[in-house]
């Protein structure tokens, strides 16, 4: 099985801790992962702001970096969601047939990170250590569009040392919504402030979700609020071992060691 | 009620206003929190909620695809059991027709010197058209006689919820409006009157008995119309609808031409969906139906032809319907049975409230609706696809199927292609410039690259100047909106990327040697 990485452009570029959390994850678990290089954005970003015309080349980018793979791993809720659910429609704005053929074909390969660990690896206990007080935030994208299901919940749970504590509201948006930030600036901060709340009733040190899109929203208002609670990609938690355990740093791991 | 949506700002402006309103953030979190919770419970134990959900989609899509043919068939059968048949293409002939049959049914009191007047039972289709303020400029009064609706006509508000038009109150402010405003209108509220729900509710009751009994004239929605049969079709929780469809003679119902079932066994999906979703029910306390007249000279030769009062009138209102039915992805908006569950769980409604979105249709269907009925020109209508975070809660709840976040990105779709139309006024938006510029450079992974060096490039600047802390604080210009409550990340010193093209040299979909690595000290 060839399986490729899509790190996502804002993961490559942002938080590159947790694509390298991904393959080290996937080669611990016996799987050899590829990142082609010549991928970039899924295009989301545009899309569900409107601009649907600017997306179609990015559509048929990815049609074209990825067809060569069985399967394509996306550390993204949001981003998997980009392409499952509407790449296909984008293709068919423009009336190319061939490339929505392609689009469909390549579709049910391409597995957000729980889903892949889960369904095609099969595991559910990933070896991983991470003795931290754990809240999880479910994104939208992760639970109503792609529909993960408590896949993430069923990894988290299996990770020894982890104290792994519910957060109320848990499925309320946290008011990220992509361009929303920028466009409705006071609903978003409404929200997300809600959101912060929940998070700190918990008396949880780590916000764990599987979109660093949304956890950067919440975390910069935490971190804004100075509440001492950090945010981290599942794919770091799920990454960290006995032997090489996760390393708090100085607020947010952007060191990217060799 | 004389105030109306009209010159409404932009939904992000109403929005800054609303979250900050300390009362109406806590009314309505305490009141969508417990609809929800109702709603929730009673769909839980609907074993099949989920067929449910499918055959009502089924059915109003059917419905829609052979709008022509029911609305013929309606009418027929309506006029069969006795009742007149209206057509209005918009809200002004709507509102003509209403106005002209309710001023000559109330021709004698004017010439007696009574003020003509019309009971109303609550209907979104006449608030759409403002009915009321026609029928006010005609010298007729409207009372509304639904609780919420009377809470709002009575302070001069505008309703903020569709199945709560006044959610956006607590019982003290209603005993507040009671109190002030009930003489004016009619019977007083009492002296003592508190603000206990039941005592509130007895105000209501005596103010409108008076109105009831003195009505000639009612005038109503409704949820159905069943095609089969011509039945109209009410559903309701205080009673006060059914006082106005069976007390006056003159009965006068507006529907939108959306609002058809073929049969009664289509209206009996929808009577379980409705009442789950809407009050979190599993019955709704009071449901009307009738059908045309029960007896009028000249029809069925004094035979009784149908079971409504002696004067029934329809008047089937299209009012921007056809336009949604013309675009392809949007149509599916139509099949909404107006429940406002989608409001319920939406989490931005939830902070801003229903006056935001500039309209009597607030919400998530209403972002949508509102900009396919009315047009997509107006500053607001252009802004109220963009109120939304594609969250999905809305299409989750929704009885109907309606993929609102799939129909909310489509009418963005729209409004970014009507700036970029020929002839659209003005330079492009910078907006439409980022946009094009950021496309542009995700297209090709070379050119993508490069711009990761600025980012990386920030990073070791930024690594510099904020003396390793890891974040940023307050920016200015249009990143503000970030980091006005939010701080950012310093962006990494090296993308992924980088770190792969190091670590992993032998990758054999790489399209070009590593050649993009640093650069920069």
Known sequence: MRVALFATCFNDTMWPSTPKAVVTLLERLGCAVEFPRAQTCCGQMFTNTGYATESVPLVRSFVETFTPYDAVVVPSGSCTGSVREQHAALARRVGDAGLERAVSELAPRVHELSEFVVDVLGVTEVGAYFPHRVTYHPTCHSLRMIRVGDRPLRLLRAVRGIDLVSLPAAEECCGFGGTFVMKNPDVSVAMGSDKARHVRETGAEVLVAGDNSCLAHVGGLLSRHRAGVRTLHLAEVLAATEDAPWRPGDGVDHEVGS | ?521
Not at chain 2, 128 to 135: D, P, Q, R, V
Not at chain 2, 316 to 327: F, I, K, Q, Y
Not at chain 2, 438 to 457: I, M, P, V
Not at chain 2, 473 to 487: N, T
């Open chain 2, 1 to 521: 009620m004389s105030r109306t949506f009209v010159g409404m700002p932009a939904f992000p402006l109403a929005a800054r206003t609303a979250v900050a309103d300390a009362q109406l953030r806590r009314n309505l979190g305490h009141a969508t929190a417990t609809i929800r919770a109702k709603r929730a419970a009673v769909v839980s134990e609907v074993q099949d909620w989920e067929a449910l959900r499918a055959r009502g989609a089924e059915v109003k899509d059917r419905v829609l695809a052979n709008l022509d043919t029911y609305l013929l068939e309606l009418e027929q059968r309506l006029t069969e059991a006795g009742a007149t048949v209206h057509w209005a293409r918009d809200a002004d002939e709507a509102n003509a027709i209403v106005v002209t049959i309710a001023g000559e049914r109330t021709a004698a009191d004017r010439e007696a010197g009574r003020a003509p007047e019309v009971v109303k039972v609550k209907s979104m289709a006449t608030q759409e058209i403002g009915l009321n303020e026609a029928l006010e400029a005609a010298g007729i009064r409207a009372w509304e006689t639904d609780l919420a609706e009377l809470i709002v006509q009575l302070g001069d508000d505008l309703p903020s919820h569709i199945l709560v038009p006044a959610i956006h109150r607590n019982r003290a402010e209603v005993r507040d409006i009671f109190r002030r405003e009930m003489g004016r209108a009619g019977r007083p509220a009492p002296e003592d009157l508190t603000d206990e729900p039941a005592r509130l509710a007895e105000a209501a009751r005596l103010h409108l008995r008076e109105k009831f009994l003195r009505a000639k004239v009612a005038v109503s929605g409704a949820n159905f119309a069943v095609a089969e049969t011509g039945t109209l079709v009410v559903v309701e929780s205080e009673g006060n609808g059914r006082m106005c469809l069976t007390l006056p003679d003159t009965l006068i119902t507006v529907v939108g031409i959306e609002k058809l079932v073929p049969t009664w066994e289509d209206l009996a999906v929808f009577l379980q969906l409705l009442p789950r979703s809407s009050t979190g029910e599993r019955m709704n306390p009071y449901t009307s139906m009738w059908t045309g007249v029960h007896a009028r000279e000249g029809v069925g030769d004094g035979e009784p032809v149908g079971d409504g009062p002696q004067d029934v009138h329809v008047v089937l209102v299209d009012n921007g319907r056809t336009d949604v039915l013309a675009d392809v992805v949007g149509r599916q908006a139509l099949r909404c049975i107006r429940c406002s569950a989608c409001l319920n769980v939406c989490p931005v409604y939830e902070r801003v409230g229903g006056h935001a979105y500039g309209s009597v249709y607030p919400g998530p269907i209403g972002a949508v609706l509102g900009p396919m009925m009315r047009g997509r020109r107006g500053a607001l209508e252009q802004s109220l696809p963009y109120a939304s975070t594609l969250c999905g809660a809305c299409f989750d709840a929704c009885p109907v199927r309606i993929e609102i976040p799939e129909l909310l990105v489509h009418l963005r779709t729209q409004v970014v292609e009507h700036h970029r139309a020929p002839g659209s006024r003005g330079l492009p938006k910078p907006e439409a410039l980022a946009m094009r510029a950021g496309a542009w450079t995700f297209a090709d992974a070379g050119r993508y690259e490069k711009a990761q060096n600025a980012s990386t490039l920030a990073g070791r600047l930024g690594d510099r100047l904020l003396h390793g802390r890891g974040t940023v604080g307050r920016m200015p210009g249009p990143l503000s909106a970030w980091s006005d409550a939010r701080d950012a990340p310093v962006p990494p010193k090296q993308t992924f990327r980088q770190w792969w093209a190091r670590t992993h040299t032998d990758t054999p979909a790489d399209p070009r040697p590593d050649t993009h690595e640093g650069g920069v000290p």
